[in-house]
């Protein structure tokens, strides 16, 4: 058991690309255990290894009222997508934060579950958004990556209100 510690943008980590799994050992499931756990504890709907600094194609899921639906997608990646959505997006890297994102509404996608397996299944609504944001993560992209100039400079305003992202000047 182990909370992990979620990287905060602007932290370059979250700009590092994550490197293939090759195999689907004891480590992948003891990761794969602890993320989840962060992931609830974050209360977020996903979690992307590179968020915890961990350069490795591994991500959780759990969209469940309940949350005793989790998916660990290892090594995921789109085949194809369809139609395009927007919707409101936010992201645990970017505490308190949360916009408009357009993404592809229906996507064809494959993974290796922790058996080792590899599956190909559709999806849509929030699974869809979800898999594409987390995978994004696993590039090194943001959803904040996809904000016009005009966002940006809003989300720029409220960072450099916090203490923490201020530069002293000297
Ligand atoms: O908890 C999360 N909610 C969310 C809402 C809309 C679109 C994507 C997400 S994922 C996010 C958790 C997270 O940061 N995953 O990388
Ligand atoms: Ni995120």
């Given at each position: 058991m182990a909370l992990l510690e979620v990287l905060h943008f602007p932290?370059?980590?979250?700009r590092k690309k994550a490197v293939p799994v090759e195999n689907v050992d004891e480590n992948c499931h003891a990761l794969a255990k602890d993320m989840l756990e962060t992931m609830y504890a974050n209360r977020g709907i996903g979690l992307a290894a590179t968020q915890v600094n961990?350069?490795?194609c591994l991500v959780v899921i759990d969209l469940s009222e309940d949350k005793n639906e989790s998916m660990c997608l290892i090594n995921p990646e789109i085949l194809s997508s369809e139609g395009t959505e927007e919707s409101q997006e936010g992201c645990l890297s970017v505490p308190e934060y949360y916009e408009m994102v357009t993404r592809a509404e229906k996507i064809k996608y494959r993974y290796m579950d922790l058996n080792g397996e590899v599956i190909e299944d559709d999806a849509d609504g929030l699974l869809a958004i979800c898999i594409q944001h987390e995978i994004d993560h696993l590039d090194?992209?943001?959803?904040?990556?996809?904000?016009s100039p005009m966002k940006r400079q809003r989300l720029r305003k409220k960072l450099d209100k916090q203490e923490k992202f201020q530069v002293p000047v000297l």
């Amino acid at each position: 058991m182990a909370l992990l510690e979620v990287l905060h943008f602007p932290d370059s980590r979250l700009r590092k690309k994550a490197v293939p799994v090759e195999n689907v050992d004891e480590n992948c499931h003891a990761l794969a255990k602890d993320m989840l756990e962060t992931m609830y504890a974050n209360r977020g709907i996903g979690l992307a290894a590179t968020q915890v600094n961990i350069q490795k194609c591994l991500v959780v899921i759990d969209l469940s009222e309940d949350k005793n639906e989790s998916m660990c997608l290892i090594n995921p990646e789109i085949l194809s997508s369809e139609g395009t959505e927007e919707s409101q997006e936010g992201c645990l890297s970017v505490p308190e934060y949360y916009e408009m994102v357009t993404r592809a509404e229906k996507i064809k996608y494959r993974y290796m579950d922790l058996n080792g397996e590899v599956i190909e299944d559709d999806a849509d609504g929030l699974l869809a958004i979800c898999i594409q944001h987390e995978i994004d993560h696993l590039d090194g992209k943001l959803f904040i990556d996809y904000l016009s100039p005009m966002k940006r400079q809003r989300l720029r305003k409220k960072l450099d209100k916090q203490e923490k992202f201020q530069v002293p000047v000297l």
